[in-house]
Antibody
C-alpha cells in the first residue's frame, strides 16, 4: 500500500524559508517511472502545482514560483523535501505531496499539512 | 496561473443525477486526458476518474466522466449522502509542464 505523509512547521514568519518533508512508503523513489509532486491549496483557491521530482532526479517547477522553489529526494530515507524561500502571507494554505507513476495522475495523495504565514 | 473553470456548487436529492463541468483550453484539456478527484476536508484527495472516463478499482460505477473538446464532465448518478464532498478536475498542461486543477465544486445532497 502506497502512503505519503507531509510534515513541517505549521507557522512560519514572512521572509522565512519553508521546508516541508514528504515521507513515503510502499514504493521506492528510485523505481523507474516514479514521480512525487507537491501541490498546495490556499483558502478558497484552486489547487496549485508547485514542483515534481522523478525517479531519475529530473525536476519540474511551477514557472511562476520557480525562483523560490527547490525539490530534492533522499532515496535511502524515502523522503522528498520541498523548500520555498521568502514566504509571504499569500503562501498560507494546505500543502500536499502526491505519488505518480509513469505519467499517470497523482494517486495517492497525502492528507496535507497546513502552513500559516504570519508575523 | 491558469486554472480550470468549475461551477462552485451543485446539489441534488438522493437518487438524482448530478453533473459537474470543467472547462479548459487547447493546451490542457484540448490535448490531454482529464482526471477527477473527490475531496473531503481534512483528508487526502481521492482519484475518482482518470483518463477522461476510467474508474480506479473500488470506485462505484455511479461515477462517470466524459470529455469533449476543451471541456469535461463528471456525472454522479444515483446520488447518495456519502457523495457530499468537493470534486475537482485535473489535467496536464503541456505548455507549463505541470498539472492544472479546477477550483472545485461542492456537491450537496439535499
Amino acid at each position: 500500500q502506497i502512503t505519503l505523509k507531509e510534515s513541517g512547521p505549521t507557522l512560519v514568519k514572512p521572509t522565512q524559508t519553508l521546508t516541508l518533508t514528504c515521507s513515503v512508503s510502499g514504493f521506492s523513489l528510485s523505481t523507474s517511472g516514479v514521480g512525487v509532486g507537491w501541490i498546495r491549496q490556499a483558502p478558497r483557491k484552486a489547487l496549485e502545482s508547485l514542483a515534481l521530482i522523478y525517479w531519475d532526479d529530473d525536476k519540474l517547477y511551477n514557472p511562476s514560483l520557480k525562483s523560490r522553489l527547490s525539490i530534492r529526494k533522499d532515496n535511502s530515507k524515502n523522503q522528498v523535501v520541498l523548500t520555498m524561500t521568502n514566504m509571504d502571507p499569500v503562501d498560507t494554505g494546505t500543502y500536499y505531496c502526491a505519488h505518480s507513476m509513469g505519467g499517470s495522475p497523482f494517486d495517492p495523495w497525502g492528507q496535507g499539512t497546513l502552513v500559516i504565514v504570519s508575523s | 496561473q491558469s486554472v480550470l473553470t468549475q461551477p462552485p456548487s451543485a446539489s441534488g436529492t438522493p437518487g438524482q443525477r448530478v453533473t459537474i463541468s470543467c472547462s479548459g483550453s487547447s493546451s490542457d484539456i484540448g490535448i490531454n486526458t482529464v482526471n477527477w478527484y473527490q475531496h473531503l476536508p481534512g483528508t487526502a484527495p481521492k482519484l475518482l476518474i482518470y483518463g477522461n472516463n476510467n474508474r480506479p478499482s473500488g470506485v462505484p460505477d455511479r461515477f462517470s466522466g466524459s470529455k469533449s473538446g476543451t471541456s469535461a464532465s463528471l456525472a454522479i448518478s444515483g446520488l447518495q449522502s456519502e457523495d457530499e464532498a468537493d470534486y475537482f478536475c485535473a489535467v496536464w498542461d503541456d505548455r507549463l509542464s505541470l498539472y492544472l486543477f479546477g477550483i472545485g465544486t461542492k456537491v450537496t445532497v439535499l
